[in-house]
């Protein structure tokens, strides 16, 4: 794998799961790495093993983030590797569920990965005149995937599909390499917010059918597709256990 070193990387959803293991992917491979997250001391925990910088912002908050990207970027430089990470996972019974975690979920899952590459497209664009510049959006192969419970959580993963899409088609001709990242069972802390019993109850048989792989699995793809040539984009990729298909 070509080395990293010189690329500055802003992760989100960065204090555990997958932002983590992308973050420490990235450092392992000499990206300088600037890390934003909810919770400040997993944040702290993580960039202490790979000596990014760090703001603590939830994405939903847009004021909150845009103003930590800001801080991070004045620390570490501008950004041309952008991995907007951070996601909710609630599902529930259309009929049953509670209206607020759908919004929870919108405002993470899609309004918080537009504030996340508007607020940084402009680092990517001028990047992109004179070297590489990713913009990485973690999706999810639930966007393709029909499941009792899910219906809103998948239709947020379908968003950020067609989001890449239009991005890439607005910004691919300026040089950004834009790029849909879509895990499958990945060990993560997301199946711990489900709170509704029977979806939660699914979800740990649906584990045992389909054994999780590793975070770091993700964290190398993410590694690997940024560090292909100048002018070579992975649109994108799907990675889940072999079990899982």
Same mark, same amino acid.
């Given at each position: 794998?070509?080395?990293?070193?010189?690329?500055?990387?802003? @992760?989100? /959803?960065?204090?555990?799961? !997958?932002?983590?293991?992308?973050?420490?992917?990235?450092?392992?491979?000499?990206?300088?790495?600037?890390?934003?997250?909810?919770?400040? =001391?997993?944040? &702290?925990?993580?960039?202490?093993?790979?000596?990014?910088?760090?703001?603590?912002?939830?994405?939903?908050?847009?004021?909150?983030?845009?103003?930590?990207?800001?801080?991070?970027?004045?620390?570490?430089?501008?950004?041309?590797? $952008? $991995?907007?990470?951070?996601?909710?996972?609630?599902?529930?019974?259309? =009929?049953?569920?509670?209206?607020?975690?759908?919004?929870?979920?919108?405002? #993470?899952? @899609?309004?918080?990965?537009?504030? #996340?590459?508007?607020? &940084? !497209?402009?680092?990517?664009?001028?990047?992109?005149?004179?070297? +590489?510049?990713?913009?990485? *959006?973690?999706?999810?192969?639930?966007?393709?995937?029909? *499941?009792?419970?899910?219906?809103?959580?998948?239709?947020?993963?379908?968003?950020?599909?067609?989001?890449?899409?239009?991005?890439?088609?607005?910004?691919? +001709?300026?040089?950004?390499?834009?790029?849909? !990242?879509?895990? /499958?069972?990945?060990?993560?802390?997301?199946?711990?917010?489900?709170?509704?019993? =029977?979806?939660?109850?699914?979800?740990?048989?649906?584990?045992?059918?389909?054994?999780?792989?590793?975070?770091?699995? @993700?964290?190398?793809?993410?590694?690997?597709?940024?560090?292909?040539?100048? /002018?070579?984009?992975?649109?994108?990729? @799907?990675?889940?256990?072999? $079990?899982?298909?």
């Amino acid at each position: 794998m070509t080395s990293l070193t010189d690329r500055t990387a802003l @992760i989100t /959803g960065a204090g555990s799961g !997958i932002g983590a293991a992308t973050a420490t992917a990235l450092a392992a491979a000499g990206a300088r790495t600037a890390l934003v997250g909810r919770r400040a =001391d997993r944040l &702290t925990e993580v960039a202490a093993a790979t000596g990014a910088g760090h703001a603590a912002a939830d994405v939903t908050d847009r004021a909150a983030l845009t103003a930590a990207v800001a801080g991070l970027r004045d620390r570490v430089g501008r950004f041309d590797l $952008v $991995v907007a990470n951070a996601g909710a996972m609630l599902p529930a019974a259309f =009929d049953t569920a509670d209206p607020d975690d759908w919004d929870e979920m919108v405002a #993470t899952n @899609i309004s918080g990965l537009l504030t #996340t590459a508007r607020a &940084t !497209i402009d680092d990517l664009a001028a990047a992109a005149e004179t070297g +590489p510049a990713d913009l990485v *959006l973690i999706g999810s192969i639930g966007a393709h995937m029909v *499941l009792p419970g899910y219906s809103v959580y998948n239709a947020t993963k379908a968003a950020v599909a067609h989001l890449t899409n239009h991005l890439r088609a607005e910004f691919g +001709p300026r040089g950004v390499r834009v790029r849909l !990242i879509e895990p /499958g069972m990945v060990e993560s802390e997301l199946a711990a917010g489900v709170t509704d019993p =029977d979806a939660a109850a699914a979800l740990r048989q649906y584990a045992v059918e389909n054994p999780p792989i590793p975070a770091s699995a @993700i964290g190398d793809a993410v590694a690997w597709t940024a560090a292909l040539p100048v /002018g070579v984009n992975v649109a994108s990729m @799907i990675v889940l256990p072999t $079990v899982q298909g």
